[in-house]
Structure formats: structure tokens, C-alpha cells
């Protein structure tokens, strides 16, 4: 590999994959069946991987973006639903230690990294590419803030016990009218809506949010006010990071059940592994997810260098999301009229990697932060 991981990070990757062979794996089909883990999400908890992303000063596991790609892949590999989970739980604790003030960092670093659930709601039912457009808004009052509106497709809502809430607090002054706050789960006018049907990552929890009148505190707000569009976006790097190892983690699953099928299925007398128009499907499988995780890891380390990484995050994730896709249908040939059945796991991973061409981005989208790096440079 060309990335060289330290003696600490081949530690934690180790950790991580045990973890996800003892834990997480067994516990991924139930989830596609039954939502969400409480009884993963303690052993979660209780791991230390929560804060994995925190500086030990105030609990955490001190990782910087490489160590949380280390450990987003690794649970991939296991279940891409706990994937999203971790994904939503850093993306929105990874905002307070970015932006918070120095008492909003010891309040909440601590919380997040004993197991507290934190959620980052930026998505609106009528603004999700087009982010810009949120229409939730907070008005300031001598005591603090008013909040109204509502969120879409949070990822942890509906378990979270903190969410990081994007809102307008000066519309007539576009993205630099958006501001970030922190809503507790027992905000008085939060309503949170049914957990969303989908078609993949099942055992995230996935709801809409409303806010009726939420009154909060002065401190509720996050870093500075008209910052929050910048804060989000800046995230979003890491989420892509994060992202693109979670598609190489699942890809890699994919291949891995492939394999032992085309081990073990017999056509025409032999394996179908000893067909080459079956075995060429591995040759491109491995490729790809070894570029998946380079791209990752380069876009990992450029950010942890202190580095601006946007247009590498998101080439890493538009690779990674779309090639993911065809690499689980790939593997999914393999099995033939199995693999469209729920008996054998396959069927689940090409459901779950499609989602990711959405979260965080959708494919055009990043088609556009790249393609527009690309024709502006020198
Ligand atoms: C499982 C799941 C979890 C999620 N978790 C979170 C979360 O935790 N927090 C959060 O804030 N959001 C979350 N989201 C929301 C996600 O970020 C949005 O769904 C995504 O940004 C797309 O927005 P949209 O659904 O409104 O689609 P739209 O913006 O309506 O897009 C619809 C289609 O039009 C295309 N399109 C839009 N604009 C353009 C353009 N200018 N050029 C070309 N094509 C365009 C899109 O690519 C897409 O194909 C989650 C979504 C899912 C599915």
C-alpha cells in the first residue's frame, strides 16, 4: 500500500476488524430487518470508537481523519449500517471541535466521546443539493434564539441526544446568513418523525425533524453566527472521506462473499471460478477497491497534513460511490439466482451501497466541486 499506516494505526485496525468480526457482522442482518442496534450501539459505546475522533485532552481516542478511515472501512466490512451511523456521529462532533468555543468543546467533546449520540442536520424536504435553500430559521431574542422549521433525512435522529442544526439566522444574506446550532433531544418543540423505510443502510436510523418555537440558550449557538454554511461544508470533507472508505469497506465484503461462492458453486462440472468470464470479475473488483482506498487515504492524510482536501474528498467519494455500485453487482453475478435472494447477504450490500451515491453529496453534485477544481486550476 502506498500509504503507510503508523505501528498505533495497524493497531486500531486491527482492533476495529476484530470488533466488526465479533460484533458487528453477526448483528448486520437483523439490522436490514429490524432498524437499529441498541445493544451494538452500547458495545460501540463502551469500545471507545464513539470518540475516536477526539482529542484525548477531553476523552477521546486522539485519531486524526486517517484513524477514522481506518475504522469507517473496517466496520464496513461488517455492516454498512453501523457505517452511517459512526459517519453522523463524527461528522457532527467533528463540528464542535472545529468551531466550538472552549466551553462548548468541554461541555459536549466529553458527552461525545463517553457514547453521547450526536446528529448533523443540514438537509431540508426542499433543500438537500441545493443546500443554500434551507428555509429553517432562528431568530435572535434577548435570551437567545427561537428556532422553526424542520430537517430531512438526518441520519441518528430519533437516537441521537444532540443535534447540530443548520438555520438561517440572516436570509438576506445567503450562505453567510446560515448558522449552526446545538439542540438537545429534550428541546420543548422538537418533534421527531417516524424512522424513515429504506431501501439500504436499515439499521441507521434515518427521521424528520420539526421545531416549533424550540427556545434555546445564547450558547446553543456554534462558533460564529453566518459561519455555519462554511462549517458544514468544511465537514463535508471528512464525511466524503469517511464515505469513500465505507464503499471500500462494503466493496471488499462484496468480493469476499464472491469468493467463497465461486469457491464453492459447481457449473458444468467444475467451480465457476475456473471460468474465466467469472474470474476476470475478481481481477476488476480487486483493482478498483484498491484505488477506492488510495484515493481515501491520500484525501485522509492531505486533510490531516492541515491541507485543503475538497476536491480530493470529493473525487475519492465520487469514485468510491459509483464504482462501489458496479463492484456489488459484480459480485452479485456471481451468486446467479441466489444472489437476488434476501437468504444470501449479497442481495443486502447491493442495497446498501446505493445509498451512498446519495448521503453527503449526491454523484452530480461532486461531479460539479470536481469538475469545477479542475477547469479553474492553473
Ligand atoms: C440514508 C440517508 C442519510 C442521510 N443523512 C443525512 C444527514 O445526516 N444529514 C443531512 O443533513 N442530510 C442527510 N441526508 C440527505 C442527503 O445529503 C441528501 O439526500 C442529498 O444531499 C441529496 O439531496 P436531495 O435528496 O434533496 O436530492 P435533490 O437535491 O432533490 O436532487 C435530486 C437529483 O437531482 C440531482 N441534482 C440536484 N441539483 C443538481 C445540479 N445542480 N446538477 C445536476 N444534478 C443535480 C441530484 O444529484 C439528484 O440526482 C441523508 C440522505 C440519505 C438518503
Redesign the pocket.
Known amino acids: 500500500m502506498l500509504i503507510q499506516f503508523t505501528e498505533e494505526q495497524k493497531m486500531l485496525r486491527d482492533m476495529a476488524r476484530e470488533f466488526t468480526k465479533n460484533e458487528i457482522a453477526p448483528r448486520d442482518k437483523w439490522m436490514d430487518e429490524n432498524g437499529f442496534d441498541w445493544e451494538l450501539c452500547k458495545k460501540i459505546q463502551a469500545a471507545g470508537f464513539m470518540g475516536a475522533n477526539i482529542p484525548e485532552q477531553y476523552g477521546g481516542g486522539g485519531g486524526g481523519i486517517v484513524d477514522t478511515t481506518i475504522i469507517a472501512q473496517e466496520f464496513a466490512r461488517g455492516s454498512a449500517s453501523v457505517a452511517?451511523f459512526m459517519?453522523?456521529q463524527w461528522?457532527?462532533s467533528n463540528l464542535i471541535l472545529e468551531n466550538g468555543t472552549d466551553e462548548q468543546r468541554q461541555q459536549y467533546l466529553p458527552l461525545a466521546c463517553s457514547g453521547k449520540i450526536f446528529?448533523?442536520?443540514?438537509?431540508?424536504?426542499?433543500?438537500?443539493?441545493?443546500?443554500a435553500g434551507i428555509k429553517s430559521l432562528a431568530v435572535e431574542t434577548k435570551d437567545g434564539w427561537v428556532l422553526n422549521g424542520s430537517?430531512?433525512?438526518?441520519?441518528?435522529?430519533g437516537v441521537a441526544d444532540y443535534y447540530i442544526i443548520?438555520a438561517m439566522t440572516d436570509p438576506d444574506q445567503g450562505t453567510s446568513g446560515i448558522s449552526a446550532f446545538i439542540v438537545p433531544k429534550e428541546a420543548k418543540g422538537l418533534a421527531i418523525g417516524k424512522f424513515?423505510e429504506?431501501m439500504?443502510?436499515r439499521g441507521?436510523a434515518?427521521c424528520e425533524l420539526a421545531f416549533d418555537n424550540i427556545k434555546l440558550p445564547k450558547e446553543a449557538l456554534l462558533g460564529v453566527r453566518g459561519k455555519g454554511f462554511k462549517m458544514?461544508m468544511q465537514t463535508l470533507d471528512i464525511g466524503r472521506i469517511s464515505a469513500s472508505a465505507v464503499c471500500a469497506g462494503i466493496s471488499d465484503h462484496a468480493l469476499q462473499l464472491a469468493k467463497a461462492y465461486a469457491n464453492e458453486r459447481k457449473a458444468f462440472g467444475k467451480p465457476i471460478k475456473a471460468f474465466q468470464g467469472v474470474a476476470f470479475r475478481f481481477a476488476d473488483m480487486y483493482a478498483e477497491i484498491k484505488a477506492m482506498e488510495l484515493l481515501a487515504y491520500d484525501a485522509a492524510t492531505t486533510k490531516d497534513a492541515g491541507l485543503r482536501c475538497s476536491q480530493d474528498a470529493a473525487a475519492a467519494k465520487l469514485f468510491a460511490t459509483e464504482r462501489g455500485i458496479q463492484i456489488c453487482l459484480q459480485a452479485q453475478a456471481v451468486f446467479g439466482g441466489n444472489g437476488m435472494s434476501k437468504e444470501y447477504d449479497i442481495e443486502r450490500l447491493v442495497r446498501d451501497i446505493r445509498?451512498w451515491s446519495?448521503?453527503?453529496?449526491?454523484?452530480?453534485?461532486l461531479?460539479?466541486i470536481v469538475s469545477g477544481g479542475v477547469l479553474a486550476s492553473k
Open positions: 452511517t459517519g453522523g461528522l457532527a446528529a448533523f442536520g443540514l438537509t431540508e424536504a426542499n433543500a438537500g443539493s441545493d443546500a430537517k430531512a433525512w438526518i441520519t441518528n435522529s443548520l424513515e429504506k439500504g443502510v441507521s434515518t458544514a445509498v446519495v448521503m453527503e453529496g449526491s454523484t452530480e453534485i461531479r460539479m
